[in-house]
């Protein structure tokens, strides 16, 4: 019998502090290999917090954090809690690529340039290979003749499907999403989710906070409901959002739906 894979992904009783606001209060998540995790809920729930938590963006107080079954080693308590090993913190990160609400390229860079610099700078890897690599991808997003050009130069659309191509360029394990269609108006956002869609097919590992409930629906194996630091709801999406079983699940996608 052989020994499942652990997930790429897994959170354990995670506890996230603002000085005295409780942010998380014990949450527990796992994103198997192939798998997509949908995390929904309120403005101030703890989604965002949660997947800086899993990229290891913020530190948290209490709980466990492993990649691949492999744990983040840990040196002091409470606030005082920091990753102890740098080293096995660049090796994660290097492993998850994060896409943000505000795209966050670097306007004095060409797009080309932006989706090479962190695989060739961080990484090591050959220019060469990697401009192929970056091409490739910039055409697979839909946006393979704005290679040369930069970032102000292009719609918010087609900055969020670089930002996409760029986190791509470093072959993670994982993507994880952060609002990635909230700065966007109706039109362009169904540029992004398109994308988004396309990789969900290919069985990539993604976690992805959002606020487009079709979004989850579509692409997500498990969704997770939020409420004020805790698990309200969680299970498939037919089943999350079919049959919410919590009244304030029921109450958050009525509110949704008529928004």
């Known amino acids: 019998m052989t020994t499942p894979e652990p997930p790429v992904i897994e959170i354990r009783n995670l506890h996230k502090a603002y000085g005295e606001l409780q942010v998380l209060k014990g949450v527990n998540i796992a994103a198997p290999a192939g798998h997509v995790v949908s995390l929904i809920g309120s403005s101030g729930s703890g989604k965002s917090t949660l997947l800086r938590c899993a990229n290891l963006l913020e530190d948290s107080q209490q709980g466990d954090v492993l990649f691949s079954g ?14 102890s090993d740098a080293r ?3 090796r994660i990160r290097t492993n998850l690529s994060m896409v943000f609400q505000q795209f966050n390229l670097w306007a004095h860079m060409t797009i080309l340039q932006n ?24 055409a697979k997003v839909g946006i393979g003749d704005k290679a040369d050009v930069y970032p102000a130069q292009l719609s918010g659309g087609q900055q969020q499907r670089a ?16 609002e990635p269609t909230s700065a966007l108006d109706p039109e362009l956002e169904q540029e992004v989710v398109k994308v988004i869609k396309d990789l969900a ?24 409901f939020l409420h004020k630091g805790l698990i309200e709801e969680e299970g498939p999406p037919a089943t999350l959002f079919g049959h919410p079983k919590t009244e304030r699940l029921k109450q958050f996608l009525s509110a949704t739906v008529s928004a």
């Open 70 to 83: 492999e744990a983040v080693t840990w040196k002091g308590t409470g606030h005082n809690r920091r990753p």
């Open 88 to 90: 096995q913190v660049t």
């Open 115 to 138: 989706v090479m610099e962190a695989p060739v700078t961080v990484l090591g890897h050959d220019p060469k290979t990697i401009e192929d690599r970056a091409r490739g991808l910039l």
């Open 163 to 178: 930002a996409i191509a760029r986190a791509l360029c470093m072959e993670p394990r994982a993507l994880l999403f952060d």
């Open 201 to 224: 097919r290919e069985g990539r590992t993604m976690i992805i906070v959002t606020h487009d409930m079709r979004l989850a629906a579509d692409v997500s194996d498990h969704v997770v």
